[in-house]
C-alpha cells in the first residue's frame, strides 16, 4: 500500500513540468469565469455610487466617466425629498417585531412536534409542509381582505404580523430538525429535576438550539426587510410606507434629477451592505446550514 | 398523573399561537381563494355562482399564456443555467484559492440589497440615454446596437431574465457550505487514485451534490414564481404585455378590481408552483440522504 502511494506520487512529480501549460490555461480560465461573475454584479452598484455624486448634466453627457466634482448635494436633497429616515424606521420597526414573534411562535410549536406524539401531530407537520411549497402570494387577495377585517391593513404592527405568519413554515421546519439534535436526556433531566416544560424550554432548548435560531432570524430578516407586494397593497399612508415602497416612489419624486435618485438609492442600499459584510460569516454559514436543515 | 395533565396543556398553550396564524394566514386565504374563483365578483360585493367561468374566461385569455410562457420560461432558465452556474462558481470557489471570501461577498451582495432597490438601479442600467450598457456598446463602436433594452417587444423578457440570472452568490454560498461538509478522506483516496481536480468534482463532488442542488432549485423556481417587485417597477407587464407574469397579472387584476378572476389566476400561480416543485422533488430524489 505505501509502496504504492509512493508510485502515485513519483508519477505525478514526472508530470508536473508537462502538466504546467494546462495548469495555466485552466487557472487562466478559472479566473476570468470567476471575475465575469464579479464584473456582472459589482459594476453596477460602483456605478451607481460615482453616479450618485455627479450632476444630471455629467450622467447624462458622460455616463462612464468619473465624478468631475464631488456633488454631495445630491444626497441633502435625497435625504430632504424621500422621508427615507421615515420609511427605514418603518422597515426597521416591522423587522423586528417580526423576527421576534416569529422566532418565539415557532420555538414554541417546533418543540411539542418534534417532542411529542400527539393527535394530528403528523397532520400538523403536513401542513406546514406543504405550507413551505404554497406561493403565498397566490392569495393577494383573500390575505388583504382578512387583514381589512381584522383592521390590521395600514399598520405596522398588522404588517409584522401577516409576516410572522407567513414565516411560520420554514422556521417551524428548520427549528424541528434543530431541536430532533439535542438528546431528549437532557429535557429529561431538567424535568426530574422538576422543572416545568415552559422552564425546559427557555432554559434548555434555547440555549442549546441557539445556531437554528440564529438562522430563522436572518432568514425572517431577510424576508421581512425585502417584502413588497403586501406592504403596497396593505400600507395606503405614506407616513407607514416601508423602505421598499419608499424606493419604488423615488422613481416618480426625482423626475429628471438622476443624480439624486442615485444618491437615494445609494442610502437605501448601504445600510444593508454594510451590515452584510460586519456579519456576513454568520449569515452565511446559517444560510448554508438552513437550506441543509430543510 | 399530573404530569400528563401539565403536558397537555402545555401542548395545546405552545400550539396555539402558531396554529391560529397559519390558519388565519395560509389554511383560510387559500380556501377562500379557490372558493371565489366559482363566483362573479367585479364589484365591492360578491356576484352569484358562475361555475367554471372564469376558468374559461382565463384559457382563452392571450396574456394569461404569456405570462404562464414568462413564468415557464423563467423557471426553465433557473433550473437549467442559473443554477448549474451557481454549482459552477461554488466548485471553483471550494478550492479556497486567495481572495475567495473576498469574491463570495461580492456575489452576495445582490442578495443583501432589496430587490426593489436593483430593479431601479437596473432601469438607470437599461436606460436608453445615460444607461450603462448603451454607453459601453457606444464606448467600444458598437453604437448601432443600442436601444431601449426594457421597451422594445424583442428584448424586454430577455433583460428581465439578465437582472438576476448571473447574480448566483445565494446559491453558491448554499452550495458551497455543502461542498466544505464533504468529508476530505473522500477526496484524499481519489488522489490516492490518481483522480484530478476536474474529474474529483465530476466523479465525487456533484454526485454529492444532488440533494442540496434539488433545494436549490426548488428555492429557485418557487422564488421566481413569487417575483413581482422587479417587474412591477421596472416594466409593469410593458411592451405590450412581454413582460407579464402570473404574479404580476393577478396584482394588476385585483387593481381593475376583477377580484375572482384575479383569484382564478392565483389559483393557476398556485397550480403551477406545486407542479413544478414536486416535479423537482421527484427528479431530484429529494429526502433521501447520500451517505
Redesign the interface.
Given at each position: 500500500m505505501n509502496s504504492e502511494i509512493f508510485k502515485n506520487k513519483v508519477i505525478k512529480l514526472e508530470q508536473r513540468p508537462k502538466r504546467s501549460f494546462s495548469k495555466f490555461i485552466i487557472g487562466l480560465l478559472r479566473w476570468s469565469i470567476l471575475l465575469f461573475f464579479a464584473v456582472m454584479t459589482a459594476f453596477p452598484l460602483i456605478w451607481t455610487l460615482f453616479s450618485s455624486v455627479k450632476s444630471s448634466q455629467e450622467i447624462l453627457t458622460s455616463a462612464l466617466s468619473l465624478p468631475k466634482k464631488l456633488h454631495w448635494e445630491n444626497y441633502v436633497y435625497a435625504l430632504k425629498v424621500t422621508g427615507i429616515v421615515q420609511s427605514y424606521l418603518n422597515s426597521i420597526i416591522v423587522t423586528t417585531i417580526s423576527i421576534l414573534l416569529n422566532a418565539y411562535v415557532s420555538l414554541l410549536a417546533a418543540y411539542v412536534i418534534a417532542r411529542f406524539r400527539f393527535r394530528g401531530s403528523a397532520f400538523l407537520m403536513t401542513l406546514f409542509s406543504i405550507g413551505i411549497l404554497i406561493p403565498i402570494n397566490s392569495a393577494l387577495l383573500p390575505i388583504k381582505i382578512i387583514m381589512d377585517n381584522l383592521r390590521l391593513s395600514n399598520s405596522l404592527i398588522g404588517l409584522a404580523i401577516l409576516y410572522t405568519a407567513i414565516g411560520i413554515p420554514i422556521s417551524v421546519l428548520i427549528l424541528r430538525s434543530f431541536i430532533l439534535g439535542i438528546p431528549v436526556q437532557v429535557d429529561e433531566a431538567a424535568r426530574i429535576d422538576g422543572a416545568s416544560l415552559w422552564r425546559t424550554v427557555w432554559k434548555i432548548i434555547i440555549p442549546m438550539a441557539r445556531p437554528g435560531i440564529v438562522t430563522i432570524m436572518i432568514l425572517q430578516a431577510i424576508y421581512c426587510w425585502n417584502e413588497f407586494l403586501y406592504a403596497i397593497i396593505l400600507i395606503a399612508l405614506p407616513v407607514k410606507r416601508t423602505l421598499q415602497i419608499a424606493i419604488r416612489f423615488f422613481l416618480g419624486q426625482f423626475f429628471f434629477d438622476y443624480g439624486a435618485l442615485f444618491a437615494a438609492m445609494t442610502l437605501a442600499i448601504i445600510p444593508t451592505v454594510v451590515l452584510f459584510i460586519i456579519f456576513q460569516n454568520s449569515v452565511v454559514s446559517s444560510l448554508s446550514m438552513g437550506a441543509v436543515k430543510q | 398523573m399530573k404530569t400528563n395533565q401539565?403536558?397537555r396543556r402545555?401542548?395545546v398553550l405552545?400550539?396555539i399561537?402558531?396554529?391560529v396564524?397559519?390558519g388565519?394566514?395560509?389554511?383560510?386565504?387559500?380556501l377562500?381563494?379557490i372558493a371565489?374563483t366559482f363566483f362573479e365578483w367585479n364589484t365591492i360585493k360578491m356576484g352569484g355562482f358562475i361555475g367554471f367561468d372564469n376558468y374559461l374566461k382565463m384559457f382563452q385569455d392571450n396574456v394569461f399564456y404569456i405570462a404562464l410562457q414568462n413564468n415557464l420560461s423563467w423557471s426553465l432558465v433557473a433550473m437549467f443555467i442559473h443554477i448549474p452556474?451557481a454549482l459552477?462558481?461554488a466548485l471553483?470557489?471550494s478550492k479556497k484559492f486567495r481572495g475567495w471570501k473576498v469574491?463570495?461577498?461580492?456575489?452576495?451582495?445582490?442578495?443583501?440589497?432589496?430587490?426593489?432597490?436593483f430593479a431601479?438601479?437596473?432601469?438607470?442600467?437599461f436606460n436608453p440615454?445615460?444607461?450603462?450598457i448603451n454607453?459601453?456598446l457606444k464606448?467600444i463602436g458598437l453604437g448601432a446596437m443600442c436601444r431601449n433594452w426594457l421597451y422594445d417587444q424583442a428584448t424586454a423578457w430577455p433583460a428581465i431574465l439578465l437582472t438576476w440570472v448571473?447574480?448566483?452568490?445565494?446559491y453558491a454560498?448554499?452550495i458551497?457550505?455543502?461542498i466544505l461538509?464533504i468529508p476530505e478522506e473522500l477526496f484524499e483516496s481519489a488522489e490516492?487514485d490518481?483522480a484530478s481536480g476536474?474529474k474529483q468534482s465530476f466523479h465525487i463532488t456533484i454526485p454529492l451534490l444532488r440533494n442540496?442542488t434539488g433545494?436549490?432549485v426548488?428555492?429557485t423556481v418557487?422564488g421566481g414564481?413569487?417575483y413581482?417587485?422587479g417587474l412591477?417597477?421596472m416594466t409593469n407587464g410593458a411592451p405590450n404585455y412581454r413582460t407579464e407574469t402570473l404574479?404580476l397579472y393577478?396584482?394588476q387584476k385585483?387593481q381593475l378590481i376583477q377580484?375572482s378572476y384575479?383569484?382564478t389566476?392565483?389559483?393557476a400561480?398556485?397550480a403551477f408552483?406545486?407542479l413544478f416543485?414536486i416535479t423537482g422533488m421527484k427528479l431530484f430524489k429529494l429526502g433521501k440522504s447520500d451517505w
Open positions: - | 401539565e403536558q402545555f401542548i405552545a400550539l399561537p402558531a396554529v396564524l397559519f388565519t394566514f395560509y389554511i383560510l386565504p387559500m377562500g381563494l371565489t452556474l459552477m462558481v471553483l470557489l469574491l463570495r461577498t461580492i456575489y452576495f451582495l445582490p442578495h443583501v440589497i432589496s430587490v426593489t432597490a431601479v438601479i437596473w432601469m438607470n442600467v440615454s445615460f444607461g450603462l454607453s459601453v464606448m448571473f447574480h448566483v452568490g445565494l454560498v448554499i458551497l457550505g455543502e461538509s490516492i490518481g476536474i442540496i433545494t436549490c426548488i428555492l418557487t414564481l413569487r413581482f417587485e412591477y417597477i404574479a393577478l396584482y385585483i377580484y384575479a383569484n389566476l392565483g389559483v400561480l398556485l408552483g406545486l416543485v
